[in-house]
Nanobody, 116 residues
């Protein structure tokens, strides 16, 4: 059974940084998939904020470009999201999943709260 387990969230002041991790297990190998970080803020739809392809190509939503960096460690089967210069509008639950997403792969997410 595929599991994607997110961690690393927390409460941080505006301008601060956090590093999120997504550990994959159960037969999914991040190095051959396009992996993405999604987020869902209260009252808003879930959105894709960053993704990394099997070839290492990365892409970002305009709202996080220049501040967030997605990366992966193939041997650990883990995807990361380094978030710098955080803003209150980055407050959301962050999830990882494939791109395109698999509805049956959602994990519990990790809460990121940025105070002003």
């Amino acid at each position: 059974q595929v599991q994607l387990v997110e961690s690393g969230g927390g409460l941080v002041q505006a301008g601060g940084s956090l590093r999120l991790s997504c550990a994959a297990s159960g037969g999914i190998f991040i190095m051959i998939n396009t992996m993405g970080w999604y987020r869902q803020a209260p009252g808003k739809q879930r959105e894709l904020v960053a993704h990394i392809t099997s070839g290492g190509y990365t892409n970002y939503a305009d709202s996080v470009k220049g501040r967030f960096t997605i990366s992966r460690h193939n041997a650990k089967n883990t995807v990361y999201l380094q978030m710098n210069s955080l803003k209150p509008e980055d407050t959301a639950v962050y999830y990882c999943n494939l791109v395109p997403l698999r509805r049956d792969y959602w994990g519990q997410g990790t809460q990121v709260t940025v105070s002003s």
